[in-house]
């Protein structure tokens, strides 16, 4: 039964179709998470703060981008952007989509990874910091030279999920014309009027597979490297 | 010079510091007696602005702060000039025993880093740690980590320095030793805050004793007069229990 | 409108509907609806059409909101759709429909058909004018309706999904089935004995027009009048279809 | 913007996406009871390093976090049919495969990849407590099990939840994923509702409402518990 | 009755324990002092296997174990038997005082909530915390949570109590306190391991002390034979500087 719909040298063919849209994989999900984290960081940052008004506001930015199903936030973004600028007489229609893709997962990534941050942060001992400012550091100092390092530890896995759904998000991008691998499969299958969807999705999950373990594979590296003097429940 | 005046700290409702005034001479060594839970370390972290004081003010040298209301500026000035050796150690973790020194060092002075490796290097010599400066927080005993929160206290040569209980983790060969390098400090000028259980360590080294009970300073003098003439009645309760007969037990 | 009075619009095309409208393996926009609008295109000087690959959703938000001036995605002609958008006078095409059945089944000729025999239909994407189609079916025959579930565009392998008995039928179009299955090289070739298909509608299908491009679908009128005089748009649907569907225009119930 | 909104439509849609809700909270229900355990065990074997099964949880990991939901669905559903049905077929057993329900796919790929995704959530967790807590706890008298219970686990709840709330929170919209699966669920009602009269506009807004209430009812819930948890490291009384 | 064998144990080249042999009767107090470093808590975490060590074995009472290679159940029942007072307390972070103190005794031992309440409370009371049973870890002070360890073990009512400087953190006068609900304890029967630096403390309640460095028994005995005609070099250096004229300094 199998046999008359599964061919696997459509698994084969499409690598080399695929492949060179990686490329769009790469850079909507490496901007949006280098976008994010910073923005992320600030939010972080005033959820920790001494501010009310500060941590109310990241609260509530992170509820409603967390809440928002990305591809309604990617028709916000895609159309309130243009509409809004245009109100001040700026033409953004011509924009590339790929702007928009990166403003989209930008402005969720924030909200995650402020999450992230805000837990591993909390879970640093509130002592590490306390010497690090009586030894004359500044707070700002504190905080990258000491309790950052020990919370990024925490934060790894945690980002790495992040970063990971952010790499197949970019199959969103495809709604608004903006062509990933996601969307180069998708491409490749109605080409095919739906035959043989299987072996190309396969060939896509693969790809992706490799990136995945890569990805683990670097973030076990740091979680090494940064994690020197960690004293966990780990091993019995 | 250090000085504090009418330092108030609560918890809730819990009142810790009621009122505390205290004042150091330059290149005193001050220690402060107390029972457990009297206030001791709360004191030492509202002057470091570990712990915001409900009200209270102090003075380090020509820096005059409300220990309230003080600025972003003014705690930083007040780090700069002190360091505090915690009475749980809080080493970085991440750090090994001699970046611990160094860290302070470079990041926080400004010096340059060759120059703090040797700084470090030397002060954790003082403290009998040579052997151990690649060693993180967690592969050191406990009276190696004590050691190393000293180390990294005094290579920042402050004006002043806060000890919290620091030979509480130590066997009496070292706290002899660290008594010692203390006591060079001291004459070089640095002004020393030191919370201690160790009477011996009190009488010994101790310019003047605090003697801290509920949150208020019960009594201070100089070590002769407090352990030799001690005026209040709850001192003099405190050292009975705590110098009885046997301390002058004959080997 | 550019200096030369050149005026560029942007006209979206659904790209993942082949051969309506898709984006061929070298990047480029083709299919009969792409086709038709690329000789309106060359028919109007003062006009200047960017296509626009994108999705079917995106299409329709981006046509209603001024993003794109116009838009072709095999859409059919709904009352409640004239409120949204602007349908021109003419249309733009015809289209197909078919249920893929089993051998065995070769007799269900109709929707009719297939309802009685209370068969099970693959799903069809919510935004497929296929799906709108069989509603109407059902809202026009309530008390035979066919079992209609929305889907997803890409997961549903018709063909396959009948042969493998996962369903009892589903809508297609001819010309796909044609390359899958009567093909020669079609990668369903070996199933030609076991499936069927029956054409049961021709329907118009028409371009999407923003509500304030009146001018544009005037323009477009006119040219499309012409190319259908000059057998344009029969070459096309041969071309893309396999067949001239025009022979057929008179059954078109729409 | 342009157009003016179609307002009854807008209103009778949200009710329609509403109507969509149960479907979704059901897989969503059923693959967090089935992934909190699941992730958790992962996550212990490989904080405590077990030889083969910490290989496995990695590889597992690697694949499921990896690979887009919408491919795992879509594998799943196009070939666990094939396989079953071959398996029927072999021992005679007379059921129709293409009767399942295919919400016990969405159960299915959803606990999986939420698993994934827990067992990091977890093993971050767990990670942040200091092996003198085990070490106590071990000392007077605990076992392994009971450390866990009563003392790592409550402590790294406090770092776990707030990920726990980005892992629900996204397991819910992920599970609009289901229209590959003609899964009822909120976008799927809401779009098919969309079609007649392309008022798609509409149907994102309402599907964006929907979302929005269910998912800020879910954080704040996880906030109230986060607050809860952390109770112990109040430094005031 | 408590006896060590032949205990190793290396961290990766540093040899920590190179051989330790000790035998202690039901009841005894034995007092294990040595420098900083020397392997005092390396030996006790040994015992309650939270350091595995390389080689060596243990015997409690009946209950003879392979330090090295012991089963979960040996290691389980090991745990069951003994109490570990840490030298930085380690309390559960997440619990109160006297949840702290209760969770041994109702998870651990099975004893009913109520009954392990009182118990706990008694304990707490012990060693004057009656006013901080809802206290969670982080508000109590370093000296308040060392008592709340020490309640923690003591409530247990084990055979064999381990303490790892169990009065660091203590003013004299609690100290004073401790000693005497350790000598009560020690009276009904219970047997103590107690790595100190208090001389003092050695000189009171030892029914025996030993003396370590690097990693082996220098020399044990009666605090009168140690601390008056120790036999050992190392040990006379050690104790020379330890309890030096000034100790007889007389108020
Ligand atoms: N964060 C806090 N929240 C509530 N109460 C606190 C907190 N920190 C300290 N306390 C209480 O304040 C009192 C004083 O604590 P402090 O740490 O200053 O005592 P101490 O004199 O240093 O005692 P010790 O000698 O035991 O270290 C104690 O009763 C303690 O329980
Ligand atoms: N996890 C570890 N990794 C590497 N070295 C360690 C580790 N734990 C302890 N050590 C080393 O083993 C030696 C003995 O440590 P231990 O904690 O037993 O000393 P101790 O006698 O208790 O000292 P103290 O009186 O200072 O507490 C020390 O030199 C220490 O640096
Ligand atoms: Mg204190
Ligand atoms: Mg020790």
């Known amino acids: 039964m199998i046999e008359k719909y599964f061919d696997a ?161 970019g199959a969103l991008a495809y709604t608004i014309g903006l062509i990933d691998i996601v969307g180069k499969a998708n491409l490749i299958v109605a080409a095919n009027f739906n035959a043989h969807a299987l072996e190309v999705f396969i060939a896509l999950a693969l790809l992706y597979w490799v990136l995945s373990i890569l990805i683990g594979q670097f973030f076990g590296f740091l979680e090494k490297r940064l994690g020197k003097g960690r004293r966990t429940v780990k091993a019995a | 010079m250090l000085e504090f005046k009418e330092v108030r700290k609560s918890f809730g409702p819990l009142e810790v510091l009621k009122g505390v005034d205290l004042t150091i001479s330059k290149g005193d060594v001050v220690v402060i007696l107390g029972p457990s839970g009297s206030g001791k370390t709360t004191l030492l972290r509202c002057l470091n602005f570990l712990e915001r004081a409900d009200a209270g003010s102090a003075r380090l040298s020509s820096l005059e702060v409300d220990l309230r209301n003080a600025t972003k500026k003014e705690v930083h000035a007040v780090r700069q000039k002190t360091a505090f050796v915690f009475q749980n150690y809080n080493l970085f973790n991440n750090k090994t025993a001699l970046e611990n020194v160094m860290e302070g060092l470079v990041t926080g002075r400004r010096i340059p880093k060759e120059a703090a490796r040797e700084k470090a290097r030397r002060a954790l010599d003082k403290v009998g740690l040579s052997d151990k400066l690649d060693a993180y927080p967690v592969q050191l005993s406990g009276g190696q980590q004590q050691r190393v929160g000293i180390a990294r206290a005094l290579a920042l040569d402050p004006e002043v320095i806060l000890f919290d209980e620091p030979t509480s983790a130590l066997d009496p060969e070292l706290v002899g030793e660290v008594l010692g390098v203390m006591r060079q400090i001291a004459a070089d000028g640095t002004t020393m805050l030191v919370v201690t259980h160790e009477m011996q360590f009190a009488k010994e080294v101790a310019s003047r004793v605090v003697f801290m009970d509920g949150g208020v300073v019960v009594e201070s003098g100089t070590p002769e007069d407090i352990f030799g003439r001690p005026k209040e009645e709850r001192t003099r309760q405190f050292l009975r229990r705590v110098l009885p007969e046997e301390y002058n037990y004959s080997i | ?251 078109a119930e729409r | 913007m342009q157009q003016s909104l179609n307002i009854p439509f807008l209103i009778e849609t949200f009710f329609t996406a509403l109507s969509g809700v149960p479907v979704t909270l059901a897989v969503t229900a059923v693959a967090l009871l089935l992934s909190v355990p699941a992730g958790f065990l992962l996550a212990l074997s490989r904080i405590r390093e077990i030889p083969v099964l910490r290989e496995l949880a990695k590889v597992y990991v690697s694949f499921v976090r990896g690979t887009p939901i919408i491919v795992q669905i879509f594998i799943t559903y196009a070939s666990v049919p094939l396989f079953l049905t071959a398996f ?35 093993r971050s967790a767990l990670a942040t407590v200091d092996r003198g807590q085990l070490e106590a706890a071990w000392s007077v008298g605990l076992t392994g099990f009971q450390a866990f219970r009563r003392i790592i686990v409550p402590q790294a709840l406090v770092s776990a939840l707030p990920n726990l709330a980005t892992a629900t929170v996204n397991l819910i919209k992920a599970t609009s994923l289901g229209y590959a699966l003609s899964l009822q669920e909120i976008t799927l009602k809401a779009k098919v509702a969309a079609n007649a009269g392309y008022n798609y506009i509409e149907a994102y807004i309402d599907i964006f409402l929907v979302y929005l209430i269910l998912c800020m009812l879910v954080e704040f819930a996880f906030k109230k518990y986060e607050q809860r948890a952390s109770r112990f490291m109040v430094r005031h009384a």
């Open chain 3, 1 to 251: 409108a550019d200096e030369d009075g050149v005026r560029k619009v942007k006209i979206a095309y659904d790209q993942s509907s082949k051969p309506m409208s898709w984006l061929d393996e070298n990047g480029n926009p083709t299919g009969y609806d792409v086709e038709v609008m690329k000789l309106v295109d060359e028919a109007l000087p003062e006009y200047e059409f960017e296509f626009v690959g994108t999705t079917s959703d995106d299409l329709l938000i981006g046509v209603e909101q001024g993003k794109f001036q116009a838009g072709v995605k095999n859409a059919f002609w709904t009352e409640e759709r004239t409120k949204k958008f602007l349908y021109p006078e003419q249309f733009l095409g015809l289209s197909s429909a078919g249920l893929v059945l089993r051998k065995e089944d070769e007799a269900i000729k109709s929707l009719e058909d297939f309802a009685s025999a209370g068969y099970s239909l693959a799903p069809i994407a919510a935004n497929n004018a296929q799906y709108t189609v069989i509603e109407e079916y059902n809202l026009a025959h309530p008390d035979n309706q066919v079992k209609l579930k929305a889907g997803d565009s890409f997961t549903v392998d018709v063909v396959q999904w009948v042969n493998e008995g996962r369903v009892d039928g589903g809508v297609m179009i001819e010309g796909p089935f044609e390359k899958q299955v009567t093909a020669e090289d079609g990668p369903y070739h070996h199933l030609k004995d076991e499936v069927v298909y029956n054409e049961f509608a021709v329907i118009k299908t028409w371009p999407l027009f923003n509500r304030n491009e009146k001018d544009l679908a005037a323009a477009y009128d006119g040219a499309i009048e012409q190319l259908k005089k000059d057998k344009k748009l029969e070459e096309l649907s041969e071309k893309f279809y396999g067949r001239n569907l025009f022979d057929v225009l008179e059954s």
């Open chain 4, 88 to 122: 029927f077929e072999k021992y005679g057993i007379r059921a129709n495969v293409y009767e399942i329900n295919p919400i016990w796919y969405a159960f299915i790929v959803f606990t999986f990849s939420t698993t994934a995704i827990l067992s990091e959530v977890f």
């Open chain 1, 9 to 169: 040298s459509y698994i084969w063919s499409s690598f080399p179709q695929l492949l060179p849209f990686l490329g769009v994989t790469f850079l909507v999900a490496g901007l949006s998470v280098l976008f994010g984290t910073a923005a992320g960081l600030l939010l972080a940052a005033a959820k920790l703060g001494q501010s009310g008004t500060a941590r109310r506001l990241a609260d509530g930015y992170t509820t409603i981008m967390r809440c928002t199903p990305s591809i309604v936030l990617l028709f916000l973004v895609y159309y309130g952007v243009p509409f809004l600028a245009g109100q001040f007489g700026l033409n953004l229609h011509d924009v590339h989509t790929a702007v928009f893709v990166v403003i989209t997962f930008t402005l969720q990534f924030a909200a995650i990874l402020s999450e992230v941050a805000r837990s591993a942060i909390l879970a640093i001992n509130r002592g590490q910091y306390e010497a690090a400012v009586s030894v004359g550091l500044s707070p700002l100092q504190a905080y990258r030279r000491i309790v950052l390092p020990q919370a990024a530890v925490v934060a790894l896995p945690n980002f790495a999920n992040g970063l990971i759904a952010l790499l197949q998000e």
